[in-house]
């Protein structure tokens, strides 16, 4: 990208190679990168924030089990290797798809543009309230560095200030916990809040009656949790979660929230439980870039916002234009990594192809590697090749998955031996700050 205002140049706009820009540094975008290493192009990255995160163990970083470094390493480091890539830290603010241009704003505040004869928006995804945007307030979601900050600094100031609370009323509202959403992120992250909850803080604090006032509630919309998968998983992973003292309401809705309570509604009517703390996991719609594309193509748009790509991940009219990730609508793919990074993989070899001279890749197929879910140590669900796994052996698979598909064989290792050392001998979670500007959690000042 090139600055505006001052002309200065921030990206080899003058080279004669071909310039792949891409929109966005996670799983898909850095999969495009990687698969043009050796390509004659030059390619830009352009992310709002400096770093790839691995959200899918995001909650271990809100529970305070993993350490952010671990899952986030920096963009210019994932890259460090291919000189022919580079990153620019700037919020992708609009397109102009028939003059090749994309425009921006760095954090200080200066415009940037950039030309591209090659575009790739990976925008990814964020938090969905259905129409209660204001919900937000009250119960964040999961999807960057900074939401889990925040949440483990208002749980471990929920314990603190329970310490000091003499009303058991309040006490009792500071130690519920309200994650809402049944899916694969609602069950893992309540089970994770179960644990530390439950099982790791109350050793430490010692006016806090575990069994009496500490109660972890998951509420979902739907007949079950984990709605996508086979019935016999579903039944195990609501058997682990009663089993780690989590409170599991299905076929029960949000309807109302404020800082102190959330309402819900079942078959026995409307009901209020007071809870400082809750956690929204129940829905996700397209990053706002997916709108910003379909308006400059005609593309269509599905309910959560997603623009509908054509079968090789192109925008309708714009062959040179790809969209991947959680951002689009494709084949009913679900909004997790492994579409993100097959698509990545394969964007990358159709831009390949093309420079060459083959204009004829086949459209984008997808190779289903399962599904599966943690529910707290040594319980999880996985479905992988027809054949389903709970427990420990599901558990196992889960922890290789993830560990094989963090960015860095230091992380990886150091990822596993947290986890020996945390889970296995010292049952502690060693990252435990309370930050001044986060203690009070959402909705809350400080």
């Known amino acids: 990208m ?6 200065s140049a921030l990206a080899p706009e003058t080279s004669e190679r071909h310039q792949v820009l891409v929109v966005g540094g996670g799983f898909g975008g850095v999969n495009v990168a990687k698969a043009l290493a050796h390509a004659d192009v030059d390619v830009t990255i352009a992310d709002r924030t400096n770093h790839h995160l691995f959200q899918p163990l995001l909650y271990q970083v809100a529970a305070g089990l993993l350490s952010e470094g671990l899952i986030a390493p920096p963009l210019r480091r994932v890259i460090k290797d291919q000189r022919n890539a580079r990153t620019v830290l700037a919020n992708v603010t609009h397109f102009d798809l028939d003059k090749h241009f994309v425009y921006g704003v760095t954090p200080d505040g200066r415009k940037l543009h950039r030309r591209y004869d090659t575009l790739v928006v990976a925008g990814g995804a964020t938090h969905a309230y259905f129409g209660n945007d204001h919900w937000a307030d009250f119960a964040p979601g999961m999807k960057t560095l900074e939401d889990a900050r925040r949440l483990r600094s208002h749980i471990l100031s929920a314990f603190e200030l329970a310490e000091t609370v003499p009303d058991p009323s309040l006490r009792k509202a500071l130690l519920t916990f309200v994650v809402v959403g049944g899916g694969p992120t609602g069950v893992e992250l309540v089970g994770q809040v179960a644990e530390l909850a439950k099982k790791v803080l109350p050793r430490e604090y010692r006016w806090v009656d575990t069994s009496q006032e500490i109660r972890v509630i998951l509420v979902e919309a739907g007949p079950a949790v984990l709605g996508p998968f086979h019935p016999k998983l579903q039944r195990y992973a609501r058997k682990h979660l009663v089993k780690l003292g989590v409170e599991v309401r299905t076929d029960t809705a949000a309807t109302d929230m404020d800082d102190d309570s959330i309402t819900v509604k079942s078959a026995a009517g409307f009901e209020k439980i007071d809870a400082r703390t809750k956690i929204w996991a129940a829905g996700v719609q397209a990053s706002p870039l997916a709108s910003m594309l379909a308006e400059e193509t005609g593309a269509e748009t599905d309910r959560a916002g997603r623009v509908v790509v054509l079968p090789d991940c192109t925008l309708p009219g714009h062959p040179e234009v790809f969209a991947i990730g959680d951002m689009v609508s494709l084949n009913k793919l679900p909004g997790v990594a492994q579409p993100a990074i097959q698509e990545g993989r394969y ?6 192809a093309r420079l060459e001279g083959d204009a004829n890749v086949p459209p984008f197929k997808y190779f289903d590697k399962g599904s599966m879910a943690t529910i707290g ?15 420990s052996m599901g558990y196992l698979m889960w922890g290789f998955i993830h560990v094989l598909y963090l960015i860095g064989w230091g992380n990886r290792l150091s990822t596993l031996l947290v986890w020996q050392r945390s889970l296995v001998f010292t049952k502690n979670y060693p990252q435990r700050i309370i930050t001044s500007e986060q203690a009070g959690g959402p909705g809350r000042s400080s």
């Open 377 to 391: 140590y040594r319980g999880a669900v996985a479905d992988a090749f027809g054949i389903r796994f709970t427990g």
């Open 2 to 7: 090139t600055d505006q205002d001052s002309g």
């Open 347 to 352: 964007v990358g070899k159709v831009i390949r």
